[in-house]
């Protein structure tokens, strides 16, 4: 048990130092450490994953909150993309819950591999961003498509959703500072819908671990977020005067890794129990 503590607690660590420095959402961290403990302890891969997303998306509302409070203060914030982007990201957050929620565990695994694997290319071989605009459209229904995307496929795999929307800030021009400040704000608006939608969602699973109210995890997000929130701030600070490219190849190759562990858990152990037993 301690171990298992200490394991979320060091997962707090990481995720809420790489949220505030990267933007990208410590989720990308959160809902693979989770989802493979739980495996460990023999709860169902039927909905491992959904309570490792939802758990993540409850951590994500009070990292996201810390690190909210830095960016400002660093005035980081685009508070005109904010009000732009936050009904659409909001928006598909919810539908993207809903979604998550009917769809098969095992699928979710396969959407989170795919998606993390292009992430950790973009971070391992983009050196500078691609500049497509000077700002961003001036259609509303074209920023309520593009926020929309954002939230729903963020939600869908448990992440705060920096990874899709600071590169998608800086196609549109803004300095990587202000798509990290202004992401990290956008994250609040993902995860908190889809942690509420999902905590309603599962009730009716007797085998679901202690402390779980629907998909999300307590336990999980209690210790995951008591050091989370912490080092959120310490990464936000030093995000201004870190080197990001070799952090995001270093990042790149954790997700490679977390993406091959998933890989080998779920296709080449299922194969030789298949085959073999």
């Known amino acids: 048990m301690l171990s298992l503590i200490i394991i979320f607690l060091l997962t707090g660590i990481i995720s809420g130092f790489m949220a505030g420095l990267l933007g990208v959402g410590g989720g990308i961290i959160i809902v693979p450490i989770s989802y493979l403990v739980l495996l460990y302890l023999d709860y169902s891969s039927d909905y491992a994953m959904h309570i490792a997303i939802a758990s993540s998306l409850g951590v994500i509302c009070f990292t996201s909150i810390s690190s909210i409070r830095t960016h400002i203060k660093l005035n980081n914030v685009n508070f005109a993309i ?6 659409g990201i909001a928006l598909g957050s919810i539908l993207g819950s809903y979604s998550a929620s009917l769809i098969s565990g095992q699928v979710l695994v396969n959407v ?20 497509i605009s000077n700002d ?13 995307l954002i939230g729903f496929m963020s939600v869908l795999i448990g992440i705060g959703g920096g990874s899709f929307s600071v590169p998608t800030l800086t196609m549109f021009s803004k300095k990587i500072h202000e798509a990290v400040g202004t992401s990290a704000t956008l994250g609040f608006f993902i995860a908190f819908p889809g942690a509420i939608i999902l905590m309603f969602s599962g ?40 080197n990001k490219i070799t952090l995001r190849r270093i ?27």
């Open 136 to 148: 961003l459209p001036k259609s509303k229904l074209i920023n309520l498509i593009i926020s929309f």
């Open 112 to 131: 989170f591999i795919f998606l993390a694997f292009l992430i950790a290319l973009n971070m391992a071989f983009q050196k500078e961003p691609i500049i």
């Open 203 to 242: 009730p009716s699973i007797d085998s679901l671990p202690p402390f779980s109210f629907g998909y999300l995890n307590l336990a999980i997000v209690l210790l995951v977020s008591s050091t989370s929130v912490f080092t959120a701030n310490l990464g936000a600070k030093v995000s201004v005067n870190v």
């Open 251 to 277: 990042f790149s190759i954790f997700l490679l890794f977390t993406c091959i562990s998933l890989i080998i858990e779920h296709y080449i152990i299922w194969i030789y129990d298949f085959y073999f037993w």
């Open 82 to 87: 904010l009000r732009t982007w936050a009904p």
